[in-house]
């Protein structure tokens, strides 16, 4: 595991007020596992890593971030107030979204700057339309027609590559 992804267990363990305990309880992962990780010892396996997103609900891909990247976060916050405008009149655009699911809207840019808010509501629409097709796939790849799912993506992924 490398070293931004033990210190962005523990900085998401501190920034929700987790103990170790507490993440077993949420994740089904072993707390001695749990403590491997957040010491350095211990390397997860992928769904190990999969089960601790899950548990804290942030994608997988949050526990790779340099650290020194999460300035940039909070600055994104500060510089697009129509997000949690957005958030404040339609709470149900954003059901099951996470911090790593704002923070990607939050870093977006409209022309001329921070996201109006037709930008946001936009944005946001966008973003969910994309999380329902992920969902819809990962159900695809998981089932018998697993193997059809993938020949149509990649014949589709390949086309894209082509054309450029």
Same mark, same amino acid.
């Given at each position: +595991?490398?070293?931004? #992804?033990?210190?962005?267990?523990?900085?998401? +363990? =501190?920034? =929700?007020?987790?103990?170790?305990?507490?993440?077993?309880?949420?994740?089904?992962?072993?707390?001695? &596992?749990?403590?491997?990780?957040?010491?350095?010892?211990?390397?997860?396996? #992928?769904?190990?890593?999969?089960?601790?997103?899950?548990?804290?609900?942030?994608?997988?891909?949050?526990?790779?971030?340099?650290?020194?990247?999460?300035?940039?976060?909070?600055?994104?916050?500060?510089?697009?107030?129509?997000? #949690?405008?957005?958030?404040?009149?339609?709470?149900?655009?954003?059901?099951?979204? &996470?911090? #790593?699911?704002?923070?990607?809207?939050?870093?977006?840019?409209? =022309?001329?700057? =921070?996201? &109006?808010?037709?930008?946001?509501?936009?944005?946001?629409?966008?973003?969910?339309?994309?999380?329902?097709?992920?969902?819809?796939?990962?159900?695809?790849?998981?089932?018998?027609?697993?193997?059809?799912?993938?020949?149509?993506?990649?014949?589709?992924?390949?086309?894209? +590559?082509?054309?450029?």
């Amino acid at each position: +595991m490398s070293t931004h #992804a033990r210190e962005n267990l523990l900085r998401l +363990m =501190a920034s =929700a007020g987790l103990s170790i305990q507490d993440v077993a309880r949420r994740t089904g992962v072993d707390d001695r &596992t749990i403590r491997g990780i957040a010491r350095g010892s211990q390397k997860p396996h #992928a769904n190990t890593l999969h089960r601790l997103a899950v548990g804290l609900g942030v994608k997988v891909d949050e526990f790779f971030v340099d650290p020194t990247q999460l300035l940039y976060r909070r600055f994104d916050r500060e510089t697009n107030p129509r997000v #949690a405008e957005a958030l404040d009149e339609r709470p149900e655009l954003f059901e099951h979204w &996470t911090e #790593a699911d704002f923070d990607e809207l939050h870093s977006r840019v409209g =022309a001329g700057g =921070a996201l &109006t808010a037709e930008g946001t509501l936009a944005a946001v629409q966008q973003m969910n339309r994309k999380r329902n097709l992920h969902d819809r796939l990962d159900v695809l790849l998981e089932s018998s027609h697993a193997e059809l799912a993938a020949g149509i993506l990649n014949v589709l992924y390949d086309e894209v +590559m082509v054309r450029g």
